[in-house]
């Protein structure tokens, strides 16, 4: 069985359609995979339905925006209640300071780069918020950047003079919100320094205290030491390994089912859920 369980739609910062998504699933090889979009669950139901028709079945999840004393961190949140009002308040939180911090890192930008706010905009799927992933999407349109990941190199780093940070709770905080909506929650890409600063293990064995289900040890962002460092703390920790994609589309290079996790896992994490998994 091959599951992939943190992949990215359009009604995030993807480029497929939640159905398109579900279906490259199916032609990738796939028998299950997580839509995990960034602070929304606006693409299940759609995602829901395809699965049904691609004889995929579908994990659903979200991917939350964290922090701890600055240090960005992302927490996979799977099989959650949608309907709990603190943890939909506060993804729509997030939201909110995402489209406001944008709006100023575009005015930033536009004063060096040819992008404006319009341009941005044009990159976006209806519905979703705009975050970074479009910026580099307008810089790419316009001619300046060949890509997502150049753009997230220079322009958009967060050791840049353009980035602006947003909204995001506490991480050990954040665990506990999720356990408390009914959810798994599994850090993501928990060592991928090259995106910026990465939390110390002290912490980690915080969020597992607070409920912490995982970590996504299989990350393409993950050097080969990473992997070896995780999968002890995770042991030590008692802690599930996850491996995934990342899938964004065509906006990056990830590759669907490029990483995979175990089905022991799966049922781990459905048995821990207040959903089940939506099987075809």
């Known amino acids: 069985m091959r599951i992939d369980p943190h992949t990215h739609s359009a009604a995030s910062d993807g480029t497929d359609s939640p159905a398109g998504l ?127 990941s150049t753009a997230f190199d220079t322009v958009l780093s967060v050791r840049g003079p353009y980035y602006i940070p947003y909204h995001a709770p506490d991480a050990v905080e954040a665990v506990a919100m999720v356990r408390a909506a009914g959810g798994v929650p599994v850090m993501a890409h928990p060592r991928a320094s090259v995106r910026g600063r990465v939390v110390p293990d002290a912490v980690v064995a915080q969020m597992a205290e607070a409920g912490l289900a995982g970590l996504e040890i299989d990350h393409r962002d993950h050097t080969a030491g990473a992997v070896e460092e995780l999968a002890a703390l995770a042991a030590r920790l008692g802690l599930a390994r996850t491996g995934s994609s990342d899938y964004h589309g065509a906006g990056k290079p990830n590759r669907l089912g490029e990483h995979t996790t175990a089905p022991a896992v799966l049922e781990r994490i459905e048995s821990e859920g207040f959903l089940p998994v939506v099987r075809p």
């Open 22 to 148: 579900v279906h490259a699933a199916a032609a990738a090889g796939l028998d299950v995979v997580g839509l995990t979009d960034h602070d929304t669950v606006r693409g299940w139901a759609e995602a829901e339905a395809a699965a049904r028709q691609a004889g995929v079945a579908l994990l659903r999840g979200a991917e939350l925006s964290c922090q701890w004393r600055g240090v960005t961190v992302h927490l996979l949140s799977y099989l959650h209640d949608p309907a709990d009002l603190t943890l939909s308040g506060e993804m729509e939180a997030a939201r909110r300071s995402r489209l406001d911090r944008a709006r100023t890192m575009v005015d930033r930008i536009s004063r060096d780069y040819p992008i404006t706010w319009a341009s941005v905009q044009a990159q976006v799927g209806a519905g979703a918020t705009v975050g970074r992933p479009h910026i580099a999407d307008a810089l790419v349109a316009a001619g300046v950047m060949p890509d997502r």
